[in-house]
């Protein structure tokens, strides 16, 4: 599978004043101020969402227009069960700086047991980072529902702060 | 008319060598097809004369072993040079070898903890005369110089280089094989029912049931079906020396991905089963893994 980082636009489109936003509203630049010693790392994280569960979980966070943080690019799966453990580690050679999965809660899995599956994958590819030396928490996995916009978004705020303290990933291309 | 082969060792056991020697009376079929023009292993040639002929004058060069020294790249890339067809020859010029393991650590760590602080040795220095420098990492031959044949094994078994040889001699083309150990092993498989993982020598082995079903870390469901399912046949698990099945990138990944599914054990049970991962799912091939390549990534940043 081929996985593609581009730099996040920023860019308003052309055409559109610049002052007001989609819905109208006096734009407010969501870039606050940067405070003393922060830094301008920006997390790119991949996201693989089950389409049951989390998938639309995030829809909802999104029309329920929850604020979350823009670094995460979502890849939608069937199950997470479909995850192979070589998906996440070519995301983090290609330059991932981290690696979440989403899916349903044990025992809501759509095909019975795939999240659980993952689980089991999950703790012994953390392991096998850690012992390569990655920091093991580049990636993390996380059940939420359908219904649990407010979960995903939490979800996804924690992990681009965890990245963020992590730091860039060391295999990253400049 | 005879064929020109060379065979050159980089980095290695020389155990592929051996394997080939294996064959007794049976090379003698093979020799009068074959002029040997190079093989430090056997015979008396030097450097500077493989470095004298002619590029492409080599119908056959042979590689065995990975680059762990400056001195090897520079070997590797004369051979290709010289070559008309390059076969990595054994998994460590595939996929880098049971050295390749050594990508864990940073090399100084390494020249440390072996040349000074070796429970054995006394008398710690480095070695600095008529030793060619150390490479960073190793890499697997692939990723240095194009191949044109890829023949893994540790070692490739006598029959996997006599086919691979038998076929460039007589222009047919060679491929590796689809299927895996487990296609190829007698035992009887059933539903996987695993809850708890045993050491080799735990337990009683069933010389009939398959392995992975009593519960032994056999790696043959993702290790290529070149060997004959040897080492299973005789009750030992397979350790995926042979690197992947065709067209699989990461050997450990596809390992944890399929014991993810088919442990009957809580994730922590699982967890704790396997003290060293790297060792267990990546034997033969680690320099060839996603995780070695990002390790070496970071370090060429860090320079």
């Known amino acids: 599978m081929l996985l593609r980082f581009g730099r996040i636009r920023t860019a308003m489109p052309t055409g559109v004043p610049k002052s007001l936003t989609a819905a109208g509203h006096k734009a407010t630049s969501t870039q606050r101020p940067k405070a003393k010693g922060e830094t301008d790392f920006e997390p790119r994280v991949l996201a693989f969402c089950c389409n049951w569960c989390s998938y639309a979980g995030a829809d909802l966070a999104g029309t329920s227009r929850r604020q979350m943080p823009p670094n995460v690019r979502i890849i939608r799966v069937n199950c997470t069960g479909r995850v192979d453990p070589a998906f996440i580690l070519d995301a983090l050679s290609q330059g991932a700086d981290g690696v979440l999965i989403s899916g349903c809660h044990p025992g809501d899995c759509h095909y019975t047991s795939g999240n659980l599956k993952m689980k089991s994958r999950f703790v012994l590819l953390q392991k096998t980072l850690e012992e390569a030396g990655i920091e093991p928490d580049r990636i993390h996995l996380q059940w939420a529902s359908a219904?649990?916009?407010?979960?995903?978004?939490?979800?996804?705020?924690?992990?681009v702060e965890r990245i963020k303290a992590l730091g860039p990933n060391p295999a990253r291309k400049d | 008319m005879t064929k020109r082969i060379a065979m050159a060792q980089l980095t290695s056991c020389w155990g592929c060598d051996q394997s080939l020697l294996d064959l007794h009376l049976g090379l003698l079929e093979l020799l009068p097809e074959l002029e040997i023009v190079y093989w430090p292993a056997v015979v008396d040639f030097k450097l500077k004369d493989l470095e004298s002929m002619p590029d492409e004058s080599i119908h056959i060069g042979l590689v065995e072993g990975s680059c762990r020294t400056e001195d090897d790249v520079r070997l590797l890339n004369i051979m290709r040079a010289k070559s008309k067809i390059l076969v990595a020859w054994g998994v460590c010029s595939c996929y880098g070898g049971i050295h390749g393991l050594a990508n864990q650590w940073d090399l100084d760590e390494l020249v440390d903890r072996k040349?000074?602080?070796?429970?054995?040795?006394?008398?710690?220095?480095?070695?600095?005369?008529?030793?060619p420098p150390f490479v960073s990492n190793v890499q697997p031959n692939v990723d240095v110089v194009d191949f044109n044949i890829m023949l893994p094994g540790c070692p490739p078994t006598s029959k996997?280089?006599?086919?691979?040889l038998s076929a460039i001699l007589s222009g047919k083309p060679f491929d590796?094989?689809?299927?895996?150990?487990?296609?190829?092993?007698?035992?009887?498989?059933?539903?996987?029912?695993?809850?708890?993982?045993?050491?080799?020598h735990e337990g009683r082995i069933d010389p009939n049931k398959c392995l992975l079903d009593q519960g032994y870390l056999c790696?043959?469901?993702?290790?290529?079906?070149?060997?004959?399912?040897?080492?299973?046949?005789?009750?030992?698990?397979c350790k995926g020396c042979f690197g992947p099945v065709l067209r699989v990138k990461d050997h450990g990944a596809k390992i944890i991905s399929a014991l993810g599914a088919i442990a009957e054990m809580t994730p922590e049970e699982l967890k704790d089963s396997f003290p060293d991962p790297i060792g267990s799912f990546y034997f033969t091939d680690y320099a060839a893994s996603y995780l070695s390549r990002m390790r070496n990534k970071a370090r060429s940043k860090r320079k």
Do not use: W, Y
Request: with cysteine; charged share 25%.
């Open chain 2, 160 to 164: 996997n280089t006599i086919e691979a």
């Open chain 2, 115 to 131: 040349f000074m602080k070796a429970d054995t040795v006394t008398d710690p220095r480095l070695p600095s005369e008529n030793v």
């Open chain 2, 219 to 237: 790696l043959g469901f993702a290790t290529i079906g070149f060997c004959g399912a040897i080492c299973p046949t005789v009750n030992s698990p």
């Open chain 2, 176 to 200: 590796l094989p689809e299927k895996s150990v487990c296609d190829q092993c007698p035992k009887v498989k059933q539903d996987k029912h695993i809850t708890k993982f045993h050491r080799t």
């Open chain 1, 147 to 159: 219904a649990e916009g407010d979960v995903f978004t939490e979800g996804i705020t924690s992990m």
